[in-house]
Nanobody, 125 residues
Framework: QLQASGGGVVQAGDSLRLSCVASGRTFSRLVMGWFRQAPGKEREFVATISWGGKVKHYDASVKGRFTTSRDNAENTAYLQMNSLKPEDTAVYYC????????????????????WGQGTLVTVSS
């Protein structure tokens, strides 16, 4: 089970940190991903992080502004979002891949077996 939180309404240029707490699985063996879905648009990849947190990958639209991290002792993944833009407005989902070979990260949503409920981020201009 994944529980995402931290969304809210902010102004352009502000920051938010999303959290995703996992339970029921060995968190240190979950590749974690972040995805988002804006109104009327398809779900899209945002970021992913490997088991130990050393390997990360970001979509080009957020690279340099967003940072993903994890605390395996706390079973929690994070998405720090800085310099937010109105186009970042979306429901953000955390997801977990429990079958990653050697902890390989993935940008494909179909690789992730478990999904959180989503948290809404609204960025006003």
């Amino acid at each position: 089970q994944l529980q995402a939180s931290g969304g809210g309404v902010v102004q352009a240029g502000d920051s938010l940190r999303l959290s995703c707490v996992a339970s029921g699985r060995t968190f240190s063996r979950l590749v974690m991903g972040w995805f988002r879905q804006a109104p009327g648009k398809e779900r899209e990849f945002v970021a992913t992080i490997s088991w130990g947190g050393k390997v990360k990958h970001y979509d080009a639209s957020v690279k340099g502004r967003f940072t993903t991290s994890r605390d395996n002792a706390e079973n929690t993944a994070y998405l720090q979002m800085n310099s937010l833009k109105p186009e970042d407005t979306a429901v953000y989902y955390c997801a977990a891949d429990d079958n990653a070979v050697s902890g390989a990260i993935s940008t494909g949503a179909d690789r992730y077996e478990f999904w959180g409920q989503g948290t809404l981020v609204t960025v006003s201009s």
